[in-house]
């Protein structure tokens, strides 16, 4: 080969490699759902919860840059488990040029994944509309879930066969209250808290907490070179990106990397719906 031919070679080769990537990280890795299995060893788990199933669901972000049928079609799947227990991590929504789209979200929780012991969700930034500054969306859309059954908890507890629910409103939302949400913390009981962002790990509110925090907000970064960080995070935490963290004082924090997108471009961060199986820990 001479030196012309093998230029154009290589220059084509590599264009089409482009190409493929560039297709790859937007029509297909978006929409190719990984079920990712965690064991959750829980202080205090009452007998009848050992073995049972909890499932958890983050970021739908339904809106205009994404086919939301994706959301859907994942709840259709996930309901193939027929999990026990089905916890909401926040942002239901996006909010584009000011508007929410209140009727694909509610086409999207007629299809909700419910569990067959409780349903329970909590609030994402996002919910807040603009500026994570409305409080009238935050309350349309908490309303929207409850009428589809689940349980939203903003700064409160709810406690199911003995296991104890802590649910966190959002962090730059309008109502972050933790010393309401840890009111209700027992350490002699089995609990588990639901915190949108992760960043709230880091805030001196947890006094005695010692078991899981499961979080969302950050969709893994939706973007990870191999072997690297990914460049963007939403968090002030750069180590907070995704999976499971051992955190102080015997606390440790999942991150769910997101089942919607905020735009439509993943690499190497597949959507995910995390499934806890329950154990004593
Ligand atoms: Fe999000």
């Known amino acids: 080969m001479n030196r012309r031919k093998f230029i154009k070679r290589t220059f084509w080769g590599l264009a089409g490699l482009g190409l493929f990537s560039g297709l ?3 029509q297909i890795e978006p929409f190719w759902l990984e079920f990712v299995n ?6 205090n788990l009452p007998n009848n919860l050992v073995g049972k199933t909890l499932m958890q ?42 508007v929410v789209l209140f009727d694909k979200l509610e086409e999207t929780l007629n299809n909700i994944v419910k569990g067959k012991l409780a349903t329970i969700g909590i609030l994402g930034n996002h919910d807040y509309g603009r500026n994570w500054s409305q409080q009238a969306v935050a309350d349309k ?9 689940v349980k ?21 939302g309008l109502n972050f209250n933790p010393e309401k949400a840890m009111k209700g913390f027992d350490m002699s009981k089995a609990n ?29 970064g939706q973007v990870k070179p191999p072997f690297l960080p990914p460049p ?36 190497n961060v597949r959507p ?6 329950l154990q004593q820990g």
């Not at 995910?272 to 199986?277: D, K, V, Y």
């Open 141 to 149: 859309i908490s309303e929207m879930l409850s009428k589809s059954g």
């Open 272 to 277: 995910e719906i995390t499934l806890f199986e």
């Open 38 to 43: 965690v064991k959750m060893p829980i202080k």
């Open 57 to 98: 669901i983050s970021d739908i972000h339904i809106g205009n840059r994404f086919d939301y049928k994706f959301i859907i079609n994942s709840f259709e799947q996930a309901k193939a488990f027929n999990p026990d227990f089905v916890v909401y991590t926040g942002d239901y929504v996006s909010t584009y040029k000011d």
């Open 24 to 26: 790859y990280t937007w």
């Open 192 to 220: 588990l808290a639901l915190c949108h962002n992760p960043d709230v790990c880091d805030l001196d509110i947890w006094g005695e907490y010692n078991s899981w925090i499961l979080s969302g907000h950050t969709h893994g």
């Open 232 to 267: 963007i995070l939403p968090v002030k935490n750069k180590q907070y990106s995704a999976g499971q963290y051992d955190l102080s004082n015997d606390r440790t924090l999942y991150i769910n990397r997101a089942l919607g997108h905020l735009w439509q471009v993943r690499y």
């Open 152 to 172: 939203v908890l903003r700064n409160e507890n709810a406690e199911v066969n003995g296991l104890n629910f802590i649910g966190f409103d959002d962090f730059w």
